[in-house]
């Protein structure tokens, strides 16, 4: 991240430096610093990388618009300050909640509307700075949502594998439970085989309470629930 940041704020105060050259040759070293110092603030703004820096950003630069237009400056957004905007409505585009999204993106449009009667030709690098911008950033987002739903449907399908086999489990042992109990009612009646069949009763059902309790643990996410305590007869009064 640093990096990037290294590599925009180098471009941009080159960008800034010839443009600021291009001025002061053509109009004078006075018409350069006004243009040269809002560029420099909407680029810092852009790489502060804050909703707070994207508004301020977007509020200079139509400041600058209006002021150059009032005071017969060139026209702004210069190269310099196209290449901030264009990084910021990018930014907000691909990380901004939808609605602060498409008005920091309307609102870059509308500085770019503004330069439309004073100088066409800037206002058509602008809008090609902006449509850069609205397309850098929608597909970082696009490829983000594409992500958030794939992983969503695989925690869906795994909850729902978890849960055949939470259903398989439960009635495997749940039947066997059913079947001691009726052949335990048999077996009371003819022999004294009773406390047998009682005790495979009671340790069916404690396979299927652990075993329940694993995998709703699994479905909660846990690594491997410990089995839960089953009193024991010596417990039972």
Known sequence: MYGVRFGFGMVAGAVLAFWAYRVAVSWGIGY???GGVAGALVCALALVGRR?????GLGVAAAA???SRVAGLPAEPGPGMALGLAVLVGFAVWRFPARSACLVAGGGLAI???TWAERPPVTLLNAAGWSAAVVAGTCPRVADLRGRVIAARIRREER???ARELHDVVA????????QA????ILARRSARVGGALEEIETAGADALAATHRLVG???GAADPARPAVPGPADRT
């Open 218 to 220: 699994r479905l909660r």
């Open 182 to 185: 009726q052949a335990s009612q």
């Open 65 to 67: 618009v209006a002021v």
């Open 112 to 114: 770019v509307a503004l």
């Open 172 to 179: 495997h042992h749940v039947g066997g439970i059913v079947l």
């Open 160 to 162: 729902l594998r978890l």
């Open 52 to 56: 707070w820096a994207v508004m301020a």
């Open 32 to 34: 350069a610093v006004f």
